[in-house]
């Protein structure tokens, strides 16, 4: 249960970390925990975006930093392969 460190339970699907594909709720998975968020591919909220520009103007360590926060805050792996 709960092996799938690429996989996160979102309330429209579960989430492949890796892929950014959404796939359909399914007990096949055996997640036992939902986050309530709601998984919408693409969506960027200006706010963040424009904070974390200003704070990180190189793009590659930006997009280092926000892999690693998502990874972090969804599986609690710290580690990238």
Known sequence: MDSHNELFCVKNGVVNLQTGELYPLDPKYLITQQS???YRPGY???TVDNFLASILPDVDTLAALIRFLGYAAATGEVSEE
Request: hydrophobic share 35%; proline share 33%; aromatic share 0%.
């Open 36 to 38: 309530p968020a709601i």
């Open 44 to 46: 960027h909220n200006p």
